[in-house]
């Protein structure tokens, strides 16, 4: 199998379909959650809704990238969620974030092996592995915060049910 295949297949793990490393993945926590959930504030930390933003935000930026475009995100804007105030609107995010991940899957799996190991716009941001590898892997860490929030979420409304199932 084509690394190219592998990699993409585990960012779609994180992402859309899989179950191996967290028994868990975006799709599965987030399709079923309502946008009064998604933007519950718990104390300082980041809402779900914020933290999906976020990470949409690089999937969209580096896709970008892997289109032919220019590296035009910013990390300081990575965090610029518009306010969301209805169930429309969350799931509208949600639904870019699926397309921009499936592309982005689709986009790797068509490089060339070759490619991964190519230098990713500047030789400071290494190469095409090293920021794919990176997408997965704060894909994983931001999940586990979204998985904790919804169960503090969870518990603050008083429901039973835990989505990791």
Do not use: C
């Not at 914020?50 to 935000?57: E, F, K, M, Q």
């Not at 060339?112 to 941001?125: A, G, M, N, Q, T």
Request: charged share 25%; glycine share 6%; aromatic share 10%.
């Amino acid at each position: 199998m084509k690394r190219t295949k592998q990699i993409a297949d585990r960012f779609r793990e994180v992402l859309l379909d899989g179950l191996w490393i967290a028994n868990t993945n975006y799709k599965k926590q987030l399709l079923n959650l309502s946008w009064k959930e998604a933007t519950t504030k718990i104390g300082s930390l980041n809402t779900i809704a914020v933290l999906t933003y976020h990470i949409n935000y690089y999937i969209a930026g580096v896709l970008h990238v892997v289109k032919g475009g220019e590296l035009e995100i910013r990390d300081k804007y990575s965090f610029d969620l518009p306010r969301i105030t209805s169930q429309q609107q969350w799931i509208q995010l949600l639904t870019d974030m699926w397309d921009n991940a499936e592309q982005f899957a689709e986009k790797i799996e068509q490089m060339p092996d070759s490619k991964l190991d190519e230098v990713f716009v500047d030789p400071k941001y290494g190469t095409y592995l090293r920021n794919i590898e990176g997408m997965i892997e704060h894909s994983y860490y931001h999940l586990g915060q979204i998985v904790l929030l919804h169960k503090m979420i969870t518990e603050k409304e008083g429901k039973k049910q835990f989505i990791l199932k």
